[in-house]
């Protein structure tokens, strides 16, 4: 209930209430861990301490991720679909698709009422 109240800010705080790094809670009815700090993220990485089959509920599959992906792999199924995608993630690729974003917004302002346009020039310009 508190997700829902707090967005993402729930766990934070409910860390901060408890004064710890860990803490337990429930998701969606279901009971789970909050980690926090370095060793969090070495423990989460590690796949001796994590599966990730069957650990996202199936509204938020279906709706988020969707049946299949990466977030639902484990083991050499997930190396080879996560060095896929990382291979494809890299300084030229992410600059070409901005390029690409900023064109089609470009693209697309051009078709909008002048109050629009004049709205949208004027925060990028404060930038």
Do not use: N
Request: glycine share 10%.
């Amino acid at each position: 209930m508190r997700l829902l109240m707090e967005g993402y800010a729930w766990l934070p705080g409910l860390r901060r209430s408890t004064g710890s790094d860990v803490v337990r809670t429930r998701v969606m009815g279901q009971p789970a861990l909050g980690l926090c700090g370095p060793e969090a993220a070495q423990f989460f990485y590690d796949e001796k301490h994590v599966q990730r089959h069957g650990a996202i509920p199936g509204p938020v599959l279906s709706t988020l991720f969707g049946h299949g992906a990466v977030h639902t792999l484990d083991g050499d199924a997930h190396r080879q679909r996560k060095s896929l995608f990382l291979s494809l993630v890299t300084r030229e690729s992410t600059a070409s698709l901005v390029s690409c974003v900023a064109a089609a917004w470009e693209d697309t302002v051009v078709g909008w009422p002048e109050a629009a346009r004049s709205c949208c020039s004027t925060r990028r310009a404060g930038r």
